[in-house]
C-alpha cells in the first residue's frame, strides 16, 4: 500500500477543508504548510494594493517565510499539494 501525503497551504481555511476530505478518502496523512508569520485578515483584503497577499501575489520576489514543523517527504510515496 503506498504512503500518502495531502499537503496544503490555507490562509482562510477554505483550502483547509478540501484537502482533508481528500486526505480522508486517500487514506493520507495531513500536514498544513504555514507562514512564520501568521496572515490576519488585513493581509488577506484583495481589494487593497498594498495588502500583504496582494504583493505577494504580484510580486515573485515576495514570499513569505516558512513556519511550523518541518516534514520527511521522502517518507511518502505520493504527495498531494493544495494551495
Given at each position: 500500500?503506498?504512503?500518502?501525503?495531502?499537503?496544503?497551504?490555507?490562509?482562510?481555511g477554505v483550502t483547509k477543508k478540501?484537502?482533508?476530505?481528500?486526505?480522508?478518502?486517500?487514506?493520507?496523512?495531513?500536514?498544513?504548510?504555514?507562514?512564520?508569520?501568521?496572515?490576519?485578515?488585513?493581509?488577506?483584503?484583495?481589494?487593497?494594493?498594498?495588502?500583504?497577499?496582494?504583493?505577494?501575489?504580484?510580486?515573485?520576489?515576495?514570499?513569505?517565510?516558512?513556519?511550523?514543523?518541518?516534514?520527511?517527504?521522502?517518507?511518502?510515496?505520493?504527495?498531494?499539494?493544495?494551495?
Amino acid at each position: 500500500m503506498k504512503k500518502r501525503l495531502v499537503a496544503y497551504f490555507s490562509a482562510s481555511g477554505v483550502t483547509k477543508k478540501t484537502a482533508e476530505m481528500v486526505a480522508e478518502a486517500a487514506g493520507a496523512d495531513l500536514y498544513e504548510i504555514t507562514p512564520k508569520v501568521p496572515y490576519t485578515k488585513a493581509d488577506l483584503n484583495w481589494m487593497d494594493k498594498k495588502a500583504r497577499s496582494t504583493v505577494e501575489m504580484n510580486d515573485k520576489k515576495f514570499r513569505p517565510e516558512l513556519g511550523g514543523e518541518e516534514i520527511d517527504v521522502s517518507a511518502y510515496d505520493e504527495i498531494f499539494v493544495g494551495a
